[in-house]
Protein backbone atom coordinates (compact mmCIF):
# COMPACT_ATOMS: atom_id res chain seq x y z
CA UNK A 1 0.00 0.00 0.00
CA UNK A 2 1.46 3.22 -1.34
CA UNK A 3 -1.27 5.41 0.78
CA UNK A 4 -2.42 7.26 -2.19
CA UNK A 5 -5.90 7.05 -3.22
CA UNK A 6 -7.85 7.66 -6.29
CA UNK A 7 -11.89 7.79 -7.11
CA UNK A 8 -13.71 6.64 -8.63
CA UNK A 9 -12.09 2.98 -9.51
CA UNK A 10 -13.92 2.69 -12.85
CA UNK A 11 -15.66 5.48 -15.25
CA UNK A 12 -18.23 5.52 -18.05
CA UNK A 13 -18.82 8.44 -20.04
CA UNK A 14 -19.48 9.35 -23.52
CA UNK A 15 -17.93 11.47 -26.51
CA UNK A 16 -18.00 15.09 -25.80
CA UNK A 17 -19.07 15.05 -22.37
CA UNK A 18 -16.37 16.29 -19.46
CA UNK A 19 -14.82 13.95 -16.45
CA UNK A 20 -13.23 14.50 -13.32
CA UNK A 21 -10.51 12.26 -11.31
CA UNK A 22 -9.42 12.51 -8.13
CA UNK A 23 -6.04 11.55 -6.43
CA UNK A 24 -5.42 11.85 -2.23
CA UNK A 25 -1.42 11.67 -1.95
CA UNK A 26 0.63 10.02 0.08
CA UNK A 27 1.22 11.58 3.92
CA UNK A 28 3.71 14.28 3.92
CA UNK A 29 4.19 14.60 0.09
CA UNK A 30 3.70 17.80 -1.70
CA UNK A 31 4.04 17.20 -4.99
CA UNK A 32 1.25 15.10 -7.55
CA UNK A 33 2.15 13.60 -11.34
CA UNK A 34 -0.49 11.87 -13.34
CA UNK A 35 -0.53 9.50 -15.71
CA UNK A 36 -2.22 8.37 -18.94
CA UNK A 37 -2.03 4.48 -19.00
CA UNK A 38 -3.32 2.93 -22.56
CA UNK A 39 -4.09 -0.46 -23.17
CA UNK A 40 -0.58 -2.64 -23.55
CA UNK A 41 1.12 0.45 -23.13
CA UNK A 42 4.09 1.97 -20.33
CA UNK A 43 2.70 5.23 -18.59
CA UNK A 44 2.90 8.28 -20.19
CA UNK A 45 3.08 11.84 -18.46
CA UNK A 46 0.33 14.04 -18.24
CA UNK A 47 1.72 16.90 -16.04
CA UNK A 48 2.76 17.28 -12.31
CA UNK A 49 1.15 19.51 -9.88
CA UNK A 50 4.24 21.31 -6.92
CA UNK A 51 2.73 23.58 -4.35
CA UNK A 52 -0.43 24.12 -6.38
CA UNK A 53 1.22 24.69 -9.69
CA UNK A 54 1.95 23.32 -12.70
CA UNK A 55 5.30 22.38 -12.49
CA UNK A 56 5.45 20.50 -15.55
CA UNK A 57 3.51 19.11 -18.91
CA UNK A 58 3.82 16.16 -20.91
CA UNK A 59 2.24 16.00 -24.89
CA UNK A 60 -1.58 16.62 -23.75
CA UNK A 61 -3.82 19.02 -25.23
CA UNK A 62 -5.15 21.83 -23.14
CA UNK A 63 -8.24 20.12 -22.48
CA UNK A 64 -6.44 17.92 -19.78
CA UNK A 65 -6.11 20.10 -17.32
CA UNK A 66 -5.54 19.86 -13.29
CA UNK A 67 -5.82 21.31 -9.96
CA UNK A 68 -3.72 20.91 -6.18
CA UNK A 69 -5.31 21.65 -3.27
CA UNK A 70 -3.73 23.45 -0.22
CA UNK A 71 -3.81 19.76 1.39
CA UNK A 72 -2.16 18.43 -1.79
CA UNK A 73 -4.97 16.31 -3.07
CA UNK A 74 -5.51 16.44 -7.18
CA UNK A 75 -7.69 16.73 -9.74
CA UNK A 76 -7.37 15.61 -13.17
CA UNK A 77 -9.90 17.50 -15.82
CA UNK A 78 -10.87 15.87 -19.26
CA UNK A 79 -12.80 18.16 -21.48
CA UNK A 80 -14.65 17.19 -24.66
CA UNK A 81 -14.05 13.39 -24.35
CA UNK A 82 -12.77 11.04 -27.06
CA UNK A 83 -12.50 7.76 -27.70
CA UNK A 84 -8.82 7.82 -27.37
CA UNK A 85 -9.03 8.69 -24.09
CA UNK A 86 -9.96 5.47 -22.77
CA UNK A 87 -7.39 4.34 -20.62
CA UNK A 88 -6.09 3.38 -16.93
CA UNK A 89 -5.51 7.13 -15.27
CA UNK A 90 -2.56 7.02 -12.42
CA UNK A 91 -1.64 9.08 -9.69
CA UNK A 92 1.43 9.94 -8.36
CA UNK A 93 2.49 11.68 -5.34
CA UNK A 94 6.17 12.52 -4.16
CA UNK A 95 8.27 14.72 -1.61
CA UNK A 96 9.98 17.45 -3.75
CA UNK A 97 12.95 18.25 -1.45
CA UNK A 98 16.12 19.17 -3.36
CA UNK A 99 17.12 15.67 -3.63
CA UNK A 100 15.69 12.90 -6.53
CA UNK A 101 11.60 11.93 -5.37
CA UNK A 102 10.22 8.75 -6.06
CA UNK A 103 7.08 8.87 -7.03
CA UNK A 104 4.38 6.55 -5.57
CA UNK A 105 1.89 5.53 -7.49
CA UNK A 106 -2.33 5.17 -6.81
CA UNK A 107 -4.20 2.19 -8.19
CA UNK A 108 -5.76 4.59 -11.03
CA UNK A 109 -9.02 5.05 -12.29
CA UNK A 110 -10.40 3.24 -15.70
CA UNK A 111 -11.81 5.44 -17.96
CA UNK A 112 -14.17 4.15 -20.87
CA UNK A 113 -15.13 6.49 -23.68
CA UNK A 114 -18.31 5.45 -25.56
CA UNK B 1 15.94 13.62 -25.08
CA UNK B 2 15.18 10.81 -22.53
CA UNK B 3 13.93 7.04 -23.77
CA UNK B 4 13.96 3.46 -22.42
CA UNK B 5 13.46 0.35 -24.36
CA UNK B 6 12.05 -2.67 -22.99
CA UNK B 7 13.09 -5.09 -25.89
CA UNK B 8 10.58 -8.35 -24.37
CA UNK B 9 7.63 -8.02 -24.68
CA UNK B 10 6.20 -11.52 -22.85
CA UNK B 11 8.77 -13.75 -21.38
CA UNK B 12 7.36 -16.70 -20.46
CA UNK B 13 9.49 -18.26 -17.50
CA UNK B 14 8.97 -22.31 -15.53
CA UNK B 15 8.06 -21.87 -11.67
CA UNK B 16 11.51 -21.86 -9.87
CA UNK B 17 13.28 -20.86 -12.76
CA UNK B 18 15.86 -17.76 -12.85
CA UNK B 19 14.45 -14.69 -15.11
CA UNK B 20 15.97 -11.62 -16.44
CA UNK B 21 13.74 -8.55 -18.04
CA UNK B 22 16.05 -6.21 -20.14
CA UNK B 23 15.84 -2.52 -19.44
CA UNK B 24 17.71 -0.29 -22.04
CA UNK B 25 17.92 3.16 -21.68
CA UNK B 26 19.28 6.35 -23.83
CA UNK B 27 20.00 10.17 -21.47
CA UNK B 28 22.58 12.30 -22.44
CA UNK B 29 22.57 13.28 -18.57
CA UNK B 30 23.11 11.35 -15.31
CA UNK B 31 19.78 8.66 -14.57
CA UNK B 32 17.71 7.39 -11.55
CA UNK B 33 16.19 4.19 -12.64
CA UNK B 34 13.51 2.39 -11.84
CA UNK B 35 11.38 -0.51 -11.47
CA UNK B 36 7.83 -1.06 -10.90
CA UNK B 37 5.49 -3.77 -11.28
CA UNK B 38 1.54 -3.84 -12.38
CA UNK B 39 -0.25 -7.02 -11.41
CA UNK B 40 -3.73 -6.97 -13.02
CA UNK B 41 -6.38 -4.04 -13.02
CA UNK B 42 -4.01 -2.46 -10.18
CA UNK B 43 -1.44 0.44 -9.83
CA UNK B 44 2.16 0.64 -9.89
CA UNK B 45 4.18 -1.00 -7.60
CA UNK B 46 7.37 0.13 -6.73
CA UNK B 47 10.01 -2.87 -6.91
CA UNK B 48 13.55 -1.12 -6.53
CA UNK B 49 15.94 1.95 -7.86
CA UNK B 50 19.10 3.08 -8.61
CA UNK B 51 19.78 6.84 -7.65
CA UNK B 52 23.72 6.57 -6.94
CA UNK B 53 25.74 4.52 -5.31
CA UNK B 54 26.17 0.53 -5.26
CA UNK B 55 25.44 -0.27 -9.04
CA UNK B 56 23.38 -3.54 -7.81
CA UNK B 57 20.21 -2.64 -6.30
CA UNK B 58 18.12 -5.23 -4.61
CA UNK B 59 14.42 -4.54 -4.11
CA UNK B 60 11.22 -6.26 -2.80
CA UNK B 61 10.09 -9.95 -3.37
CA UNK B 62 13.57 -11.10 -4.03
CA UNK B 63 14.56 -8.92 -7.26
CA UNK B 64 17.21 -6.95 -7.97
CA UNK B 65 18.67 -5.06 -10.93
CA UNK B 66 21.88 -4.07 -12.40
CA UNK B 67 22.95 -0.46 -13.21
CA UNK B 68 25.31 -0.47 -16.46
CA UNK B 69 26.65 2.70 -17.74
CA UNK B 70 28.39 1.67 -20.42
CA UNK B 71 26.35 -0.81 -21.45
CA UNK B 72 23.29 2.10 -20.60
CA UNK B 73 21.49 -0.99 -18.71
CA UNK B 74 19.29 -1.81 -16.29
CA UNK B 75 17.84 -5.22 -16.08
CA UNK B 76 15.97 -6.74 -13.63
CA UNK B 77 16.52 -10.36 -11.86
CA UNK B 78 15.11 -12.87 -9.85
CA UNK B 79 16.87 -16.24 -9.42
CA UNK B 80 13.41 -18.46 -8.38
CA UNK B 81 10.46 -17.20 -9.57
CA UNK B 82 6.74 -17.80 -8.20
CA UNK B 83 3.64 -18.21 -9.88
CA UNK B 84 2.52 -15.29 -7.76
CA UNK B 85 5.56 -13.16 -9.56
CA UNK B 86 3.11 -12.90 -12.86
CA UNK B 87 2.44 -9.76 -13.62
CA UNK B 88 3.68 -6.88 -15.98
CA UNK B 89 7.07 -5.03 -15.16
CA UNK B 90 7.88 -1.51 -16.32
CA UNK B 91 11.36 0.36 -16.30
CA UNK B 92 11.36 4.12 -15.76
CA UNK B 93 14.03 6.68 -16.22
CA UNK B 94 14.59 9.97 -15.05
CA UNK B 95 17.02 12.49 -14.44
CA UNK B 96 18.13 15.47 -11.62
CA UNK B 97 15.62 18.82 -12.26
CA UNK B 98 13.46 16.31 -14.42
CA UNK B 99 9.98 16.15 -12.84
CA UNK B 100 8.50 13.39 -15.19
CA UNK B 101 9.50 9.73 -15.08
CA UNK B 102 9.52 7.79 -18.98
CA UNK B 103 8.66 4.42 -19.20
CA UNK B 104 9.07 1.58 -21.14
CA UNK B 105 6.48 -0.54 -22.94
CA UNK B 106 6.72 -3.00 -20.23
CA UNK B 107 7.39 -6.84 -19.79
CA UNK B 108 4.64 -9.34 -19.43
CA UNK B 109 6.22 -12.40 -17.32
CA UNK B 110 4.47 -15.09 -17.50
CA UNK B 111 5.30 -18.18 -14.74
CA UNK B 112 4.56 -21.14 -15.82
CA UNK B 113 3.33 -24.37 -13.45
Known amino acids: ETGVTQSPTHLIKTRGQQVTLRCSSQSGHNTVSWYQQALGQGPQFIFQ???????GRGNFPPRFSGLQFPNYSSELNVNALELDDSALYLC?????????????FGPGTRLLVL | AQSVTQLDSQVPVFEEAPVELRCNYSSSVSVYLFWYVQYPNQGLQLLLKYLSGSTLVKGINGFEAEFNKSQTSFHLRKPSVHISDTAEYFCAVTSSGTYKYIFGTGTRLKVLA
Open chain 1, 92 to 104: ASSLTSGTQETQY
Open chain 1, 49 to 55: YYREEEN
